[in-house]
């Protein structure tokens, strides 16, 4: 089945930094998201970016499919953005693989 | 974003008692679901999917007899704990897809925190 790998596993930023989270998948996958967890266990909904570049505010992601990876862009981090971040590749059976998460910490 | 509620948030149970655990799509429809679960600090893994009018499939090593799921109508699947031990104990987690044509966006539920004594 498919691998999905996350760099760093951990990360700390001081407040105001920018960050790049990546995001490397072994096979070729029908979409691809990423979340934020927030500490009480909800997965808060990034993106859903299967190919290309999107925008939320400070979050932005681009998917590079044919080269099977996705990056996570955090600009002028918040405290608020602490927490673990998953990407998630969904298989030809249409089954989400999670990566195992980069734990962001910013300090203020 | 879509929806998807869960209940209970969190229980605590005796060992060998059943927990059963509600999952709901609130804004939309959903013919498979799906039920994961989470260790402390540790990602998400998938235990079964949930499919509407059959029987869910498991992933491997996921016993079906100690998690049983039926996903009695379109927006509501349920997973019940059988005969719960403490090694049981976990956040157990469902998902849903929304479907439109080649989109395919899965949306969570908050999650249930489950400790077994």
């Known amino acids: 089945g498919i691998q999905v790998e996350q760099s760093p596993p951990d990360l700390i930023l001081q407040e105001g930094a920018n960050s790049t989270l990546r995001c490397n998948f072994s096979d070729s996958v029908n979409n691809l998201q990423w979340f934020h967890q927030n500490p009480w266990g909800q997965l808060i909904n990034l993106f859903y970016i299967p190919s290309g570049t999107k925008q939320n505010g400070r979050l932005s992601a681009t998917t590079v499919a044919t080269e099977r990876y996705s990056l996570l862009y955090i600009s002028s981090s918040q405290t608020t953005d602490s927490g673990v971040y998953f990407c998630?590749?969904?298989?030809?059976?249409?089954?989400?693989?999670f990566g195992s998460g980069t734990r962001l910490l910013v300090r203020p | 974003g879509a929806v998807v509620s869960q209940h209970p948030s969190w229980v605590i149970c005796k060992s060998g008692t059943s927990v059963k655990i509600e999952c709901r799509s609130l804004d939309f429809q959903a013919t498979t679901m799906f039920w994961y679960r989470q260790f402390p600090k540790q990602s998400l893994m998938l235990m079964a999917t949930s499919n509407e009018g059959s029987k869910a499939t498991y992933e491997q090593g996921v016993e079906k007899d100690k998690f049983l799921i039926n996903h009695a109508s379109l927006t509501l699947s349920t997973l019940t704990v059988t005969s719960a031990h403490p090694e049981d104990s976990s956040f157990y987690i469902c998902?849903?897809?929304?479907?439109?044509?080649?989109?395919?966006?899965?949306?969570f539920g908050p999650g249930t925190r489950l400790t077994v004594l």
């Open positions: 998902s849903a897809p929304r479907l439109a044509g080649a989109y395919n966006e899965q949306f």
């Open positions: 998630a590749a969904m298989d030809s059976s249409y089954k989400l693989i």
